[in-house]
């Protein structure tokens, strides 16, 4: 399972997330505390939201911590929103393409967790696709496609509603191929001006997802794993959830894909 962390907020230089706190995003691509394995070790990625509408984008196959440009380049780049994530393959090749984030016009996306059975419902998730978007597909992973699945059942206009059509869609599927049905999805994704993150599984299983302001309050993080900082207090987000940071604050709603509803229930501190 993978890590990831992301940001919103006044611009700051992306080490302050991606390697300068303890327990870092770094950090964990070796040494990862709230997942199945210690290591994510099959490649890393950035999408960040500069003076362009698009984001811009650095992926690579090496693992985080052995990446000396990965360093550098967050030193350097200062963002208001980004989204950073150490891979753990759960399928397909070690390659660029199978890489998070993933990024189509102004969207970037990033996911931790699976569908079970992926191979065998592959074909019809892909055949659901129009044509723009299946030209859109460089990798073989899932995630990359419930991202340009979200993106076809209208991510733009109703970012829960577009989730919760693929995760259905991809349920259905797994149902006509009498494979198990389980999705486990903790993911984050932008269009550069609202952040959102889900945190839902078919089961009890949900992978992790905190929150918590942070960089002396000059943004708020959504994490995998929280970095240790003393000063920063972390708040779990509960397995049903969908989180909006905008530039109104951060709410909390409820997202059930399979009651085709998503109704908020908290505000989160």
Known sequence: MCRWA????????????????GHSLIEQSHQ????KTATNGDGFGIAWYGEHTEPGLYRDVLPAWSD???????RQIRSRLFLAHVRASTGGATS???????????????HNGQIAGF????RPMEAALSDRLYRARHGATDSELLFLLALEFGLETDPAGAFGAAIRFALAEAARAGVRELVRFTAAFSDGETLYAIRYA??????????APTCSNAGHCLVS?????????????????????????????????????????????
């Open 68 to 74: 000396c440009n990965l360093k550098s380049l967050a």
């Open 119 to 122: 191979e065998q419902i592959r």
């Open 202 to 211: 078919t089961d009890a299983h949900a992978p992790s997802l905190y929150s």
């Open 32 to 35: 990862a505390t709230e997942a």
């Open 225 to 269: 794993e929280p970095f240790t900082d003393a000063s920063t207090k972390w708040h779990e987000i509960p397995a049903g959830s969908i989180v909006t940071l905008s530039a109104g604050g951060i709410s909390s709603a409820r997202f059930s894909p399979l009651r085709v509803d998503a109704v908020k229930v908290a505000e989160v501190a």
């Open 6 to 21: 992301a940001y919103r907020g006044t611009p700051i230089p992306l080490e302050q997330i991606v390697s300068a706190p």
């Open 96 to 110: 660029r393409d199978n890489c998070h984030p993933f990024v189509h016009g102004a969207w970037s996306f990033m």
